[in-house]
């Protein structure tokens, strides 16, 4: 497969999260081959500001609905498709779970932001997961 146009390694994802007795919970999925736990996200789609479309995905790729907060807490880049993904993410509070959902084939599962930070192979990504106490407080305020 050749490079793709531009508009396709400009991504957007969110960080579902819900508080539990005081403390954060992540929402991770499995990635389309089921080997990795990722975070909901995908190309900004045409006519949609990327929050917008973050919300979308997690939608579609994780079943979840709730609320976008706030503008952008982070960025980072994955390589994919002969090329580099730059991922820009948003905090997400998921207020409800769907049980069937577009994409129910992957797996979907909620962590501490400990275990998240465990699992997940993106360095950047693991630092904006291990802010979130930091960057939930200030949204909160």
């Not at 990722?38 to 996200?41: L, N």
């Given at each position: 497969?050749?490079k793709?146009?531009?508009?396709?390694?400009n991504?957007?994802?969110?960080?579902p999260y819900?508080i539990?007795?005081?403390?954060?919970k992540?929402?991770?999925?499995?990635?389309?081959?089921?080997?990795n736990w990722?975070?909901?996200?995908g190309?900004?789609?045409?006519?949609?500001?990327?929050k917008v479309?973050?919300?979308?995905e997690?939608?579609?790729?994780?079943?979840?609905?709730?609320?976008?907060?706030?503008s952008?807490?982070?960025?980072?880049?994955?390589?994919?498709?002969e090329?580099?993904?730059t991922?820009?993410?948003?905090?997400?509070?998921?207020?409800?779970?769907?049980?069937?959902?577009?994409e129910?084939?992957?797996?979907?599962?909620w962590?501490?932001?400990?275990?998240?930070?465990?699992?997940?192979?993106?360095?950047k990504?693991k630092k904006t997961?291990s802010?979130?106490?930091?960057?939930?407080?200030?949204?909160?305020?």
């Open positions: 497969m050749g793709l146009p531009s508009s396709f390694y991504q957007s994802g969110v960080i819900k539990v007795d005081g403390k954060i992540v929402l991770l999925i499995t990635s389309r081959k089921g080997k990722i975070i909901p996200k190309i900004v789609e045409k006519g949609m500001s990327a479309s973050a919300v979308k997690a939608y579609e790729e994780a079943g979840i609905l709730g609320k976008a907060i706030g952008e807490i982070g960025k980072y880049k994955y390589k994919k498709w090329g580099v993904c991922v820009s993410l948003y905090l997400f509070l998921v207020e409800k779970q769907l049980k069937k959902w577009e129910d084939f992957r797996k979907r599962n962590f501490s932001v400990n275990q998240a930070i465990e699992i997940i192979n993106t360095k990504l997961i802010e979130l106490p930091e960057i939930i407080k200030q949204k909160s305020l």
